[in-house]
């Protein structure tokens, strides 16, 4: 046992010569860390939909969210973020930055949130408010697959429910 401890540093100073040798290891070393810290965070990718503030093209953020055993919760995170609005300084939020989630509920495959009243507000860098709650009812319903419907309220009116109904059930038939 001693001379394996005497030889290891010996070998490992023969391993570590060959350049390509040390970046194979600190490749494994850094791959092997960020298995470890994903698997122990629990996170998971989302996908945020923002749009550019020049030519309102569609530009698509992921992000690492924690993940629950409660689905509701993993809901409210998604939404929070999407108030929260894009990383990048050049892309514009859907919602005014005062917009909250005032209330959250997840049941038989339908969430009802229910937004602050300035959600009814357009952005101060622009938009149209009905493409912003069309985007964040959409990106509920791609990043959430058992979700089956969203119900959007503003200070506890409905929003748009009528309209979505009527865009959702045509994609669905196509």
Not at 114 to 120: F, G, T, V
């Amino acid at each position: 046992m001693n001379a394996v401890i005497k030889d290891a540093p010996a070998g490992l100073m023969a391993f570590m010569r060959n350049r390509s040798r040390r970046r194979l290891l600190v490749l494994f070393l850094l791959g092997s860390f960020a298995f470890i810290e994903f698997t122990v965070l629990g996170l998971v990718r989302r996908t945020f939909v923002f749009y550019s503030i020049n030519n309102w093209s569609i530009i698509v953020e992921d992000r690492m969210l924690r993940r629950s055993s409660n689905r509701e919760l993993d809901i409210v995170r998604y939404v929070e973020e999407v108030l929260l609005g894009p990383v990048s300084p050049d892309l514009a939020p859907q919602f005014p930055r005062e917009t909250r989630l005032r209330s959250l509920l997840y049941r038989n495959g339908v969430v009802y949130a229910d937004l602050s009243e300035s959600a009814a507000l357009p952005p101060l860098e622009g938009g149209d408010v009905f493409r912003n709650f069309r985007t964040l009812n959409e990106g509920i319903r791609r990043n959430f697959s058992y979700v089956k419907d969203v119900r959007l309220f503003i200070a506890g009116n409905a929003a748009f429910y009528d309209e979505f109904q009527r865009i959702f059930s045509v994609e669905r038939d196509k």
